[in-house]
C-alpha cells in the first residue's frame, strides 16, 4: 500500500524536462545525472502497470531509491549553486515540494485507513495490519522531514515559501498532538491488559497475551514516532517541552532533551503539583503515616545497630583473616544497606510512588557518575584493594610513590604516615596503578648486609668473628641460620654477605647493631675495612745523551 503514491507520483515526473526548458540553459551536463534518474523512474513506471505482489514491491522500491539519489544530486547542486543555475534548480525543488505535498496527503489517508482496518481486524490478521501501519507511519514522517528540507532549500536558494513553511509547520503541531493523545491511550491499554493477565484465568491469558503484545508493539511505535515528530519540531522551533517529558516518563529513555532546563523544571513542577495534590487529599492521615514513617525509621536505626554488631563480630573471627579495610567495608555496608531498606519501607508506607523516586536516582546516578569520574576510579581501586589485601592498617608499605605506614584505609583513599611523622592521603588509584611493596607483611625478615676487609687479612678469621656477632646478638633467629659467604673480590676488597634472619620488627636494630659491632670487633681483631684505592705504579725512563 505505502508505495501506490510513489507510482502515481513520479510520474509526474518526466515533466520536469519540459518545465526546465523556459529556465536559463544550464552549464553542460551539470544536470545530466538529475535527467537520467527521472527518464529511470518514468521507465519503472511503466514496467510496473500490470505487475503485482513481490514484483511490483521491487520496482517501487527502486524508484524510492531513484528519487533519494534525485535529492543527493540536488543537494550537491544547491551547495556550489550559481547565479547561472539557481532557477533550474528552483525548479527542481519547487518539483520536489509538489510531489512531496501530494505524497503526505496520500500517506496521511492510508494511515487513518490502515488504523481503522486494525480496529475492525480478527486477532490473527492485526498484527500483519500492524506491522504494514507501522511502516507506513515510519515512510510517512520521513516525508515529512524530507518536506522541511525542501524548505530549507528555498531559504538558501533566495526564494523562500513562508506560507507553505507555515502549513508545514501547523501540520508538525497537529502531528504532535494526535501522537501524544495516541500514546497515553495505548500506554494506558498496555498497563491494563498487564494487570488483566495478572489476575485472569489460564485459558483467558492467551488472549489476553496475544493483545498485550499488540498493545505494547502500538506503545513502541507510538514512541517511535512522536520521538521522530519531536525531532522535526525542535528544528522548527516548536516548543516540545510536555512531549518530551511524556516521552522520558512513558518510555524511561534517557535523551539530551530530557536535560533541557524547561523540561527538568516542568517535571519538577509536575512533581510538586502532585505532591500539593496529594497533601490536600489526604491531610487526615498524613500525620499517621508520618507518625509511622518516623517509627519504622527508628526501628530500622536499632537494627542497623544490631547488625552492625553482629557483622563486627563475625568479621572479627580469626578464621576469616579479613584485612581491616574489608572489615570496615562489611560493617559498614551492612548497617547502611539494612537503613536504605527500612526508609524505602517507610517511604511506601505513606503511600509514596518509589517509581519515580528510583527513576529519579538513576538520572542524578548518571549525572553524578560522570562528575565523579576520577572518585568512581578511586573507588573501584579501593575494591581491588578490599579484594586481594596487597596490606593492611599498620604495615609498612612502599606504593604511590611514597613510604610508610599504613594509619588508615577507605574505599576512596588511604591514609600513610611517613618515617618522619608526616602524613599523606594519597588516592586508591594512584596507588593500585603502581608497584606495592608490602614491607612488612611477613613476620620474619632477611637483613643484607655486605663488609669488606683488605686481601692481606685472614679471611677464616673474618668468618669467625662475623659468625661470633651474629651469634651472640640476642635478637637473631637461629632458624633460618645465618648466611655468611665470601661473595665479591672486589677491586679495593674482598667483599662477605651476612644474612642473617629476624622478627619483621627487629630487622633495623639488628641492622644497626650487627653494624656497629663489626667495626668494633675488626678494629680489636686487626682486621681492616678497605675503602677504595688505585695502586699507581710509575716507570722512569732515561734520556739518552748524545
Excluded at 498487564?194 to 492467551?206: P, T, V
Excluded at 517509627?295 to 578464621?319: E, M
Excluded at 579495610?325 to 536504605?340: A, E, P
Excluded at 592521603?425 to 593500585?432: R, T, Y
Aim: aromatic fraction near 8%.
Amino acid at each position: 500500500m505505502r508505495w501506490l503514491i510513489i507510482l502515481a507520483l513520479f510520474f509526474s515526473l518526466t515533466c520536469f524536462a519540459e518545465e526546465a526548458e523556459q529556465a536559463p540553459e544550464p552549464k553542460p551536463n551539470e544536470f545530466a545525472k538529475i535527467e537520467q534518474l527521472e527518464l529511470e523512474i518514468a521507465d519503472l513506471y511503466k514496467d510496473s502497470q500490470g505487475k503485482t505482489g513481490t514484483a511490483k514491491s521491487i520496482i517501487d522500491m527502486q524508484m524510492l531509491k531513484k528519487n533519494e539519489d534525485i535529492r543527493a544530486e540536488l543537494q550537491k547542486l544547491i551547495n556550489k549553486r550559481t547565479e547561472e543555475n539557481t532557477p533550474r534548480i528552483i525548479g527542481f525543488v519547487n518539483d520536489q515540494i509538489e510531489y512531496l505535498t501530494l505524497a503526505i496527503d496520500f500517506l496521511a489517508e492510508q494511515v487513518t485507513k490502515l488504523q481503522s482496518d486494525l480496529d475492525s481486524a480478527d486477532q490473527e490478521q492485526k498484527l500483519i495490519i500492524q506491522k504494514t501501519l507501522h511502516e507506513t507511519t515510519t515512510f510517512y514522517h520521513t516525508i515529512l522531514g524530507e518536506h522541511w528540507t525542501n524548505f530549507g532549500w528555498l531559504e538558501l536558494l533566495g526564494k523562500p515559501d513562508d506560507r507553505k513553511k507555515a502549513e508545514l509547520i501547523k501540520e508538525i503541531e497537529q502531528r504532535l498532538e494526535f501522537l501524544s493523545t495516541k500514546l497515553s491511550f495505548d500506554n494506558q491499554q498496555e498497563n491494563m491488559l498487564a494487570s488483566q493477565i495478572k489476575s485472569a484465568a489460564e485459558e483467558e491469558k492467551a488472549s489476553l497475551q496475544l493483545q498485550y503484545i499488540l498493545a505494547q508493539r502500538q506503545v513502541a511505535g507510538d514512541i517511535e514516532g512522536l520521538q521522530f515528530i519531536v525531532d522535526l519540531a525542535n528544528k522548527m522551533g516548536i516548543d516540545t517541552t510536555d512531549y518530551t517529558k511524556q516521552l522520558f516518563v512513558v518510555s524511561g529513555n534517557l535523551t539530551n532533551e530530557i536535560l533541557d532546563i524547561k523540561v527538568l523544571w516542568s517535571l519538577l513542577s509536575d512533581g510538586l503539583i502532585d505532591f500539593r495534590d496529594w497533601l490536600a487529599q489526604n491531610t487526615p492521615a498524613a500525620l499517621f503515616k508520618l507518625f509511622v514513617f518516623l517509627v519504622i525509621i527508628f526501628i530500622f536505626k536499632i537494627f542497623k545497630n544490631i547488625t552492625r554488631r553482629i557483622v563486627t563480630r563475625a568479621v572479627s573471627s580469626p578464621t576469616l583473616r579479613m584485612s581491616q579495610l574489608m572489615k570496615d567495608f562489611f560493617i559498614s555496608i551492612s548497617g547502611n544497606t539494612v537503613l536504605c531498606i527500612g526508609i524505602l519501607i517507610a517511604l511506601s508506607q505513606i503511600g509514596l510512588n518509589l517509581a519515580p523516586v528510583l527513576t529519579g536516582f538513576g538520572v542524578a546516578g548518571v549525572i553524578i557518575g560522570f562528575a565523579l569520574q576520577d572518585t568512581l576510579s578511586n573507588f573501584a581501586s579501593g575494591m581491588m584493594l578490599l579484594i586481594y589485601r596487597p596490606f593492611d592498617v599498620d604495615d609498612f608499605v612502599e606504593a604511590g610513590g611514597t613510604s610508610g605506614k599504613v594509619s588508615h584505609m577507605s574505599l576512596v583513599s588511604t591514609t600513610i604516615k611517613t618515617f618522619d611523622n608526616q602524613i599523606l592521603i594519597v588516592p586508591n588509584s594512584k596507588i593500585w596503578g603502581d608497584t606495592i611493596k608490602n614491607i612488612t607483611h611477613e613476620k620474619v625478615r632477611r637483613v643484607d648486609m655486605v663488609f669488606g676487609i683488605g686481601y692481606g687479612d685472614d679471611i677464616e678469621k673474618t668468618e669467625k668473628v662475623l659468625e661470633a656477632i651474629l651469634a651472640d646478638h640476642p635478637m637473631v633467629l637461629r632458624s633460618p641460620e645465618p648466611t655468611i659467604k665470601l661473595h665479591v673480590l672486589n677491586s679495593s676488597s674482598v667483599d662477605f654477605i651476612v644474612r642473617p634472619w629476624v622478627k619483621t620488627e627487629d630487622y633495623w636494630d639488628v641492622y644497626w647493631d650487627v653494624t656497629r659491632e663489626v667495626k668494633m670487633r675488626f678494629d680489636r681483631e686487626g682486621i681492616s675495612i678497605p675503602f677504595p684505592q688505585q695502586d699507581v705504579h710509575l716507570h722512569m725512563i732515561k734520556k739518552n745523551e748524545d
